[in-house]
Nanobody, 122 residues
Framework: VQLVESGGGLVQAGGSLRLSCAASGSTDRIIAIGWFRQAPGKEREGVSCIGSSGDSINYAESVKGRFTISKDNAKNTVYLQMNSLKHEDTGVYYC????????????????WGQGTQVTVSS
C-alpha cells in the first residue's frame, strides 16, 4: 500500500486546511486509514481514523469538534478537514493504513505516507 499526503501549508490561527491522503496498491486489504501528527521534539500523536466502510470513526480529544475525517472510496482518498486551527496543531501530518483496526494508536498502523507540513501561526 502506498500513501501520499497533500494539502498542508501555512495558515493563521482560526483558519482551515483540508488534507488529503491518496492510497494506491492493495487498497482492498485496508481496514482503516488514520491521520497522525508530529510536532518538533514531540512524539507522534494520533489525530483521527476512519474505517474502510466509513462506519468507524475516532478522534483524539484535542481535535474533537474541530477536525472532520471523511473518505471518497471512488478516489481511494481520505480527507481531514481542519477548522479553527490552533498554533498547537502545528506539525507534520501523516496518514497511515492499517490491516487490523481503526484506532489513533500508531502501533496499529503499518504503512505510512511521507507527511505534509502544517504550520499554524499565532
Amino acid at each position: 500500500v502506498q500513501l501520499v499526503e497533500s494539502g498542508g501549508g501555512l495558515v493563521q490561527a482560526g483558519g482551515s486546511l483540508r488534507l488529503s491522503c491518496a492510497a494506491s496498491g492493495s487498497t482492498d486489504r485496508i481496514i482503516a486509514i488514520g491521520w497522525f501528527r508530529q510536532a518538533p521534539g514531540k512524539e507522534r500523536e494520533g489525530v483521527s481514523c476512519i474505517g474502510s466502510s466509513g462506519d468507524s470513526i475516532n478522534y483524539a480529544e484535542s481535535v474533537k469538534g474541530r477536525f472532520t475525517i471523511s473518505k471518497d472510496n471512488a478516489k481511494n482518498t481520505v480527507y481531514l478537514q481542519m477548522n479553527s486551527l490552533k498554533h498547537e496543531d502545528t506539525g507534520v501530518y501523516y496518514c497511515a493504513a492499517t490491516f487490523s483496526r481503526c484506532s489513533v494508536s500508531a502501533i496499529d498502523f503499518g504503512s505510512w505516507g511521507q507527511g505534509t507540513q502544517v504550520t499554524v501561526s499565532s
